[in-house]
Nanobody
Framework: QVKLVESGGGLVQAGGSLRLSCAAS????????MGWFSQAPGQEREVVASITSSGGSTYYADSVKGRFTISRDNAKNTVYLQMNNLKPEDTAVYYCAAARAAGGTVVLTAAYNYDYWGQGTQVTVSS
């Protein structure tokens, strides 16, 4: 079992920045692909970014390319999402997720590929 706890959400003005953190505990963190997903009210949960266990490969949704950066520190069992130039449309609950599939060697974009989820952290961007 892996427990994931997100932090770092909040209220920010458009153009501002936030850094989300996701701390993992329980089973070994390293051999897992990690992902960040967002879910706005009434919307499906969508992938924002994904990173392989080594950190060597990353994926970004088109809407966040050039603005968000996913990274991980396996020594600290933590994955991060640096969010810059935030827009009102980025407002959502952001979830961290861990996937065991493929031993963490590939990025994963579908929510059903992920085995463990955090409780979510609210990000609100005001215009």
């Amino acid at each position: 079992q892996v427990k994931l706890v997100e932090s770092g959400g909040g209220l920010v003005q458009a153009g501002g920045s936030l850094r989300l953190s996701c701390a993992a505990s329980g089973r070994t963190f390293a051999p897992s692909t990690m992902g960040w997903f967002s879910q706005a009210p009434g919307q499906e949960r969508e992938v924002v970014a994904s990173i392989t266990s080594s950190g060597g490969s990353t994926y970004y949704a088109d809407s966040v390319k050039g603005r968000f950066t996913i990274s991980r520190d396996n020594a600290k069992n933590t994955v991060y999402l640096q969010m810059n130039n935030l827009k009102p449309e980025d407002t959502a609950v952001y979830y961290c997720a861990a996937a065991r599939a493929a031993g963490g060697t590939v990025v994963l974009t579908a929510a059903y590929n992920y085995d463990y989820w955090g409780q979510g952290t609210q990000v609100t961007v005001s215009s």
